[in-house]
C-alpha cells in the first residue's frame, strides 16, 4: 500500500479488517432486543396498542387515564411536538405542560420510558422510538410505507412509521388515535388501523334534532296536568333525566310543555308573560323553546343551563334578558357575559387600544343584545314634545354604561377568567360550542356559591379548528352534567330573527 509520499507499507493479515460479503448492501437487521430497547414491544400480550398523535394529548392532558388495560404507546416525536407548544400562553400551553408533567411523574422510577409502566387500569405506558436509519426498510410493509410517503422527517410519517413497527412486533391490534383527519386518511392509505378519539364525543343522536321530546298521556292526565300543575306518570317518565323539558300530548291537538323534577314528576312552567326590563324593553317568549329556555333561566334550583339552538332562534337575547330580569330583582349581585375569541376566516391581526377597545368587536353581539333590552324604544311625535326620552342617545350614553363602570355588568374575555372565583352572578357565555372540553371544564368550575352559568351556542356551526359537532365544550359539558338536578338543557329549533335568517339557517 501506498502513502500520500509514494512510500510503501506493508500491513500483515492479522490487521486486515474481515469483510463480510453476504451483509453487503443489506438493510441492518432489527433485533428482537433492539425492538424492545426502543419499545415497539409492549410489556403484555393481553390488550391493544394505541398509538397516540399530539394532538390528542392536546385536546385532553387526562387522555393517558382512558385507556383503561390497554397499552398506550407515545412515539418519541410526540414529545418534540408538545415542546413546541409548552410555552403557549394559552389553553393549549396548558395542556402541553400538564402532560410533560404527568409523563415526569410517570417515569420517575428510575426505570427506561420504552420499558413502559404500569397504569391504574391495569395498562401500561410507553415510549416508542422510531429510528428509520436502523428500521426503515426491514419489511415489505415498510418498504411499501416509505414508498407511499417518502419523506422521513415529516411528524405524521414518523408516528405513522413507529406504529407500524409496533404492529409488526405484537399480536394484539395496534391502533392510531388521533384528531386530525388528514393522518387518519394517511393511516388508511397504507393499511395502519385509526379512530379518532371518541372519551367526549357525544352520541350524534343528540345532536341531530332539537325537537321537544313527544310524551304520550292519557286525555285525563292531561286535563289533570292543566288544572293541577303536577302530573305522576311512572311508564311516561321512563326514560326521562331531572329538568328535561318534554310536550306531554293527548292526542293530535292537546299538548302541555313540562319539565321532569327530581321526584320524576311532570310539573308546569313558570314563566311570566314576559320578561321585563326596568326603563327598557319587555321580551315576550315567541315559541315552545323559548318558553322551556325561559322557565330554566328563571328557576333558582338551576345552576346551570345548556341551551342547543341554530343563527337566529334568540338563545343568546333571551338569556340576557332573563339575567338582566334576575339582576335587577337582586336575585344576583350582577352579570357577567363573555363568548371565547375564535375568528371566522382570516383574521385582520392585532387589534389597538385597552382591553376593552380590544375586545369590543368580539363582544360586540352582547352590545347589540343590551343596546336592545335597555335603551328604551324611540317615541314618536313632534321633537318638542319627546322631553328627555332620548338624551341619551344625543350624548352617547348608554344606559347600560353606568352599570359597567360599577361593575354591575361584566363584558370581560376569557383568558382571564382561570383562578377567578365566581360569586352570586349570573354567567352568560355566548358561543360556548367554540370551547374545547378543558375550557369548559375551567369555566364551569370557576363558579361559586349562589351562581348561575348559562352556556349557549350552536354545534353546528364550528370555527376552532380544535373541536368539532361532537366533542366541544358546549355539548361536553350537556354530556357530562346530564341528569344532575341542578343541571337543565333545552334545544332550540325555530328561528326567530327573520324569515331571511331562518331560510338562510336551513336551507344554506
Known amino acids: 500500500m501506498q502513502t500520500i509520499d509514494g512510500s510503501q507499507i506493508q500491513i500483515s493479515e492479522e490487521e486486515v479488517p474481515p469483510r463480510s460479503p453476504s451483509n453487503k448492501g443489506k438493510p441492518p437487521v432489527l433485533t428482537k432486543a433492539k425492538a424492545k430497547e426502543l419499545g415497539l414491544v409492549a410489556p403484555s400480550t393481553l390488550g391493544k396498542n394505541f398509538v397516540l398523535d399530539t394532538n390528542v394529548l392536546l385536546h385532553d392532558p387526562g387522555c393517558l387515564d382512558r385507556f383503561t388495560d390497554n397499552h398506550i404507546c407515545l412515539p418519541a416525536d410526540v414529545l418534540s411536538e408538545l415542546d413546541r407548544f409548552k410555552n403557549e400562553q394559552s389553553e393549549r400551553g396548558a395542556?402541553?405542560?400538564?402532560?410533560?408533567?404527568?409523563?415526569?411523574?410517570?417515569?420517575?422510577?428510575?426505570?427506561?420510558?420504552?420499558?413502559?409502566v404500569t397504569t391504574a387500569g391495569g395498562g401500561s405506558i410507553r415510549l416508542v422510538v422510531f429510528d428509520p436509519n436502523l428500521c426503515g426498510k426491514t419489511t415489505e410493509s415498510m418498504q411499501q410505507f416509505f414508498r407511499v410517503f417518502p419523506d422521513r422527517t415529516r411528524v405524521d410519517h414518523r408516528i405513522l412509521g413507529a406504529a407500524l413497527l409496533v404492529a409488526q412486533h405484537n399480536n394484539p391490534p395496534v391502533i392510531v388515535v388521533t384528531k386530525d383527519l388528514n393522518m387518519q386518511l394517511k393511516a388508511k392509505a397504507v393499511g395502519i388501523e385509526c379512530e379518532d378519539y371518541l372519551n367526549d364525543k357525544v352520541d350524534p343522536k343528540e345532536i341531530s334534532t332539537y325537537d321537544l321530546p313527544r310524551v304520550e298521556v292519557s286525555p285525563s292526565d292531561l286535563q289533570g296536568f292543566a288544572s293541577k300543575g303536577i302530573l305522576y306518570n311512572e311508564e311516561a317518565s321512563e326514560g326521562l333525566v331531572v329538568n328535561e323539558y318534554v310536550l306531554l300530548k293527548a292526542g293530535p291537538k292537546q299538548t302541555m310543555p313540562a319539565r321532569v323534577n327530581k321526584e320524576g314528576e311532570f310539573v308546569?312552567?313558570?314563566?311570566?308573560?314576559?320578561?321585563?326590563?326596568?326603563?327598557?324593553?319587555?321580551l315576550k317568549p315567541l315559541n315552545l323553546g323559548q318558553k322551556c329556555l325561559i322557565d330554566a333561566l328563571l328557576n333558582p334550583d338551576i345552576s346551570l343551563v345548556t341551551c342547543y339552538g341554530q343563527a337566529g332562534t334568540g338563545k343568546t337575547l333571551v338569556a340576557i334578558a332573563a339575567a338582566l330580569s334576575e339582576v335587577f330583582a337582586r336575585n344576583y349581585n350582577g352579570l357577567t357575559v363573555s363568548r371565547p375569541v375564535v375568528a371566522m376566516g382570516e383574521g385582520i391581526g392585532f387589534l389597538p387600544g385597552t382591553l376593552d377597545e380590544k375586545m369590543r368587536p368580539w363582544l360586540q353581539p352582547v352590545y347589540d343584545a343590551l343596546d336592545l333590552l335597555m335603551v328604551p324604544p324611540a317615541t314618536k311625535g313632534p321633537r318638542r314634545k319627546q322631553g328627555k326620552a332620548n338624551d341619551s342617545a344625543d350624548t352617547g350614553i348608554k344606559p347600560y354604561d353606568k352599570l359597567i363602570?360599577?361593575?354591575?355588568?361584566?363584558?370581560?374575555?376569557?383568558?382571564?377568567?382561570?383562578?377567578?372565583?365566581?360569586?352570586?352572578?349570573?354567567?352568560?357565555?355566548?358561543?360556548?360550542?367554540?370551547?374545547?372540553?378543558?375550557?369548559a371544564k375551567t369555566i364551569v368550575t370557576r363558579m361559586s356559591r349562589g351562581s348561575k352559568l348559562v352556556l349557549v351556542g350552536d354545534p353546528a356551526q364550528i370555527d376552532n379548528p380544535y373541536v368539532d359537532s361532537r366533542s366541544n365544550g358546549l355539548v361536553y359539558t350537556r354530556k357530562r352534567l346530564k341528569g344532575q338536578p341542578f343541571v337543565a338543557h333545552v334545544s332550540l329549533s325555530r328561528g326567530e330573527r327573520s324569515p331571511l335568517a331562518e331560510a338562510g339557517a336551513q336551507m344554506m
Open 95 to 116: 395542556n402541553a405542560r400538564q402532560v410533560h408533567r404527568t409523563l415526569t411523574q410517570l417515569f420517575s422510577n428510575g426505570q427506561s420510558p420504552t420499558a413502559g
Open 268 to 282: 308546569r312552567l313558570a314563566i311570566p308573560e314576559a320578561i321585563r326590563i326596568p326603563n327598557g324593553t319587555s
Open 405 to 439: 363602570e360599577q361593575g354591575i355588568i361584566e363584558v370581560e374575555a376569557l383568558c382571564y377568567i382561570r383562578g377567578r372565583s365566581i360569586p352570586n352572578r349570573f354567567f352568560v357565555l355566548d358561543e360556548a360550542q367554540q370551547l374545547t372540553p378543558q375550557e
